[in-house]
């Protein structure tokens, strides 16, 4: 990911591209040379380059090191997803983050997908109930980490968008093949009713080890069905009021006890597609994190939501581990 983001910065208007920090040091030296900058062996020396602002993309287990120097200095992180592998590693990034007074942003990067980017231009959708899958082959990257902490880790932060709290039961089981680490995960993640008494119930699935690669997301709430398929651009939703009159004639026909068996139902409902905007979520995402350092603002993706979804990550662990404790005291 580190090349993508150092090509990005190179593009943009307005940034210089200072250097890049890798160990390996012709994989440094090769992405300086066709975006520029110097390569660095250390942190420390990227430092002392005068840099302002900076993006870790280095394996999550060292996350919390690089960035504790870079915000002690006061250069501002875009840290890549999870935040953290721990809860405490996250908090900890942001406690030095809070204490030096610079701007953290968490590479959470569907956020800034064009098809999210639709969703959420419908306002507020008060979900009732979630489906997200995000499945794909095995990429044999991010190995350091399990499959929650490495793919499924993109919907707890959506759930965090949508919802707009954590949940408050998370019921979980997971397989591991490759390693110790889950590379198959399952959790149900329950959200209690909020200020309105509205409540929420998410399934979401995640997997490493599928033949194909599919993400999607279903969001069902007492006005509005949605359905998206991130890999195919494409955005459908149902609205009740547009069918407000056909769900009042289906509940007549089926009060009267009409057989409706040979009624296609997508005949029945009025759907719209939503028009999905042309951007790279990575550039929009650079751009998001570029302008809160100059303005000072508070990022889009704050620490206080990459560590939401740390902490969420490490509850579905715990009870998939339960429950495969359960199985086999049983």
Request: hydrophobic residues 45%.
């Given at each position: 990911?580190?090349?993508?983001?150092?090509?990005?910065?190179?593009?943009?208007?307005?940034?210089?591209?200072?250097?890049?920090?890798?160990?390996d040091?012709?994989?440094?030296?090769?992405?300086?040379?066709?975006?520029g900058?110097?390569?660095?062996?250390?942190?420390?020396a990227?430092?002392n380059?005068?840099?302002?602002?900076?993006?870790?993309?280095?394996?999550?287990?060292?996350?919390?090191?690089?960035?504790e120097?870079?915000?002690?200095?006061?250069?501002?992180?875009?840290?890549?997803?999870?935040?953290?592998a721990?809860?405490?590693?996250?908090?900890?990034?942001?406690?030095?983050?809070e204490?030096?007074?610079?701007?953290l942003?968490?590479?959470?990067?569907?956020?800034?997908?064009?098809?999210m980017q639709?969703i959420a231009?419908?306002?507020?959708?008060?979900p009732r109930h979630?489906?997200?899958?995000?499945?794909?082959?095995?990429?044999?990257r991010?190995?350091d980490?399990?499959v929650v902490?490495?793919m499924?880790?993109?919907?707890?932060?959506l759930?965090t968008?949508?919802?707009?709290?954590e949940?408050?039961?998370?019921?979980?089981?997971?397989?591991?093949?490759?390693?110790?680490?889950?590379?198959?995960c399952?959790?149900r993640?329950?959200?209690?009713p909020?200020?309105r008494?509205d409540?929420?119930?998410?399934?979401?699935?995640?997997s490493?080890?599928?033949?194909?690669?599919?993400?999607?997301?279903?969001?069902?709430?007492?006005?509005?069905?949605?359905?998206?398929?991130f890999?195919?651009?494409?955005v459908?939703?149902i609205?009740?009021?547009?069918?407000?009159?056909?769900?009042?004639?289906?509940?007549?026909?089926?009060?009267a006890?009409?057989?409706?068996?040979?009624?296609?139902?997508?005949?029945?409902v009025?759907f719209e597609?939503?028009?999905?905007?042309?951007?790279e979520?990575?550039?929009?995402?650079?751009?998001?994190?570029?302008?809160a350092?100059?303005?000072?603002e508070?990022?889009?993706?704050?620490?206080?939501?990459?560590?939401?979804?740390?902490?969420?990550a490490?509850?579905?662990?715990?009870?998939?581990?339960?429950?495969?404790?359960?199985?086999?005291?049983d």
């Amino acid at each position: 990911m580190g090349r993508h983001h150092a090509r990005i910065y190179a593009q943009m208007e307005g940034v210089e591209l200072v250097g890049v920090v890798d160990a390996d040091e012709a994989r440094r030296a090769d992405i300086c040379e066709i975006w520029g900058g110097t390569p660095y062996d250390t942190v420390e020396a990227l430092i002392n380059a005068g840099v302002d602002a900076v993006t870790i993309a280095t394996p999550t287990s060292h996350h919390r090191e690089a960035a504790e120097a870079l915000l002690a200095a006061g250069v501002a992180c875009l840290i890549e997803k999870p935040l953290a592998a721990t809860e405490e590693d996250a908090n900890a990034i942001a406690e030095v983050a809070e204490a030096a007074g610079v701007a953290l942003q968490v590479g959470h990067v569907v956020r800034y997908d064009p098809v999210m980017q639709a969703i959420a231009s419908l306002g507020e959708l008060r979900p009732r109930h979630l489906e997200l899958h995000r499945i794909s082959p095995m990429t044999f990257r991010s190995t350091d980490v399990g499959v929650v902490l490495d793919m499924m880790i993109h919907d707890l932060d959506l759930l965090t968008m949508l919802v707009g709290r954590e949940p408050n039961q998370v019921d979980a089981s997971a397989v591991s093949v490759l390693g110790d680490a889950e590379d198959v995960c399952n959790a149900r993640l329950v959200y209690g009713p909020d200020d309105r008494g509205d409540g929420c119930v998410a399934n979401v699935t995640a997997s490493r080890m599928a033949m194909k690669t599919e993400r999607t997301l279903r969001v069902i709430s007492e006005d509005i069905y949605i359905s998206a398929d991130f890999g195919e651009r494409q955005v459908k939703v149902i609205r009740k009021n547009a069918n407000s009159d056909r769900i009042v004639e289906l509940r007549e026909r089926l009060a009267a006890g009409e057989d409706l068996s040979d009624v296609n139902y997508l005949d029945l409902v009025e759907f719209e597609e939503l028009e999905i905007p042309d951007v790279e979520p990575l550039k929009a995402q650079a751009e998001a994190f570029i302008n809160a350092v100059r303005s000072g603002e508070r990022p889009p993706v704050d620490a206080q939501a990459g560590s939401a979804a740390v902490r969420t990550a490490g509850r579905i662990v715990e009870a998939a581990r339960a429950e495969q404790l359960c199985v086999a005291g049983d």
